[in-house]
């Protein structure tokens, strides 16, 4: 039994065994039996009419809905039989095997198989594939599920030291297309057809691994460093633009530092220490002052009382 195959052909010995052919073989014996014992026929002609049960019950075969029989007559191709009930002569003629024909799956791998770029990997794939001409299947190739499935893990060697291994963890999808197209060319000539291989995954050595992992860690910091000082250029460059425009208009300079220390003056609680220099160049000593006063009047009111 092949070690790559999932399901095998049936054993035409199994198939010989039906339920129609045992049971015509089981109503002729005892109607043989019967008329014996009822004296109505000679022992020797019972003997005889076993006979025929037997042979009459081996000629009667039975194929499934999905395969195919191959039969064979004196060894030599006779013709395609099935699905259903069909008839046969016993000795003279034999069905060699019946022929699976609904799509199957096979698994492969490549075990330790170099990369272009020199990197060992273990690849597990999977082909399906469908035999389309039993005749070719059964009469071009002695084992036509081992031929696939050993055909398959050849072609995945050639693709993987055809590629590097960033193409084999990128484009899967692209390697199983090709293996599938590479596969068709050499099972066709069979009567076989591979209709799509996939590949389920690709190891690498733990080394490798965590040298790839440091290497992608690596390159997330290299990336956000290069947008962190990105930020920065495009924050100086409109900071430039901001200060181009504030020297040739200082009343908009003295309103957005107003601006400025009225929104840190909106919380309650805290506390804005405010260089004279710049109260002076906004000219908001006089504001401050004027404010405070209007405070102060305001708190005694609250303190005094209405008079």
Same mark, same amino acid.
């Given at each position: 039994?092949?070690?790559?195959? !999932? ?11 039906? /339920? ?13 039996? &019967? ?5 109505? /026929? ?19 075969? /039975? ?83 081992? =031929? ?8 995945? +060697? ?37 209709? @799509?291989?996939? #590949?389920?995954?690709? &190891? /690498? ?5 965590? =040298? ?9 910091? +290299?990336?956000?460093? #290069? ?15 901001? =200060? ?25 609680? !805290? ?5 004279? !220099?710049?109260?002076? @160049? ?17 708190? @005694? ?7």
């Amino acid at each position: 039994m092949s070690q790559f195959a !999932s399901n095998t052909d049936s054993k035409p010995m199994v198939k010989a065994f039906n /339920i129609v052919s045992i049971t015509v073989f089981i109503v002729l014996a005892i109607s043989t039996m &019967v008329v014996n014992a009822l004296s109505l /026929i000679p022992d020797w002609l019972a003997v005889l009419g076993l006979v025929f049960a037997g042979w009459v019950a081996a000629s009667i075969r /039975i194929a499934d809905q999905w395969e195919k029989a191959v039969l064979l007559r004196l060894g030599r191709f006779r013709a395609l039989k099935g699905p259903g009930i069909f008839l046969m002569i016993p000795i003279i003629d034999l069905v060699d095997k019946y022929v699976d024909q609904r799509i199957r799956v096979t698994d492969f791998s490549a075990e330790t198989t170099l990369t272009k770029d020199t990197v060992p990997v273990s690849v597990d794939a999977v082909v399906y594939w469908m035999v389309w001409d039993v005749k070719k299947a059964a009469l071009e190739v002695q084992d036509y599920i081992d =031929a696939v499935a050993y055909m398959a893990q050849t072609a995945l +060697r050639d693709i993987i030291g055809k590629h590097e291994l960033a193409d084999l963890l990128q484009h899967r999808e692209m390697i199983g297309e090709a293996l599938q197209k590479t596969l068709d060319e050499f099972t066709t000539p069979w009567g076989i057809t591979c209709n @799509s291989v996939g #590949i389920k995954d690709i &190891v /690498i050595p733990k080394d490798l691994e965590n =040298a790839m992992s440091k290497q992608a860690q690596a390159e997330r910091e +290299r990336q956000a460093r #290069i947008i962190l000082g990105t930020a920065e250029t495009e924050i100086a460059q409109k900071f430039a633009e901001a =200060a181009e425009r504030y020297r040739n208009n200082p009343v908009a300079l003295q309103l957005r530092g107003m601006n400025m220390l009225f929104e840190g003056l909106k919380d309650k609680g !805290s506390m804005v220490i405010v260089p004279s !220099s710049a109260l002076e @160049s906004m000219n908001m000593g006089a504001v401050g002052g004027l404010t405070a006063l209007s405070e102060l009047q305001g708190n @005694s009111d609250q303190l005094t009382g209405p008079r």
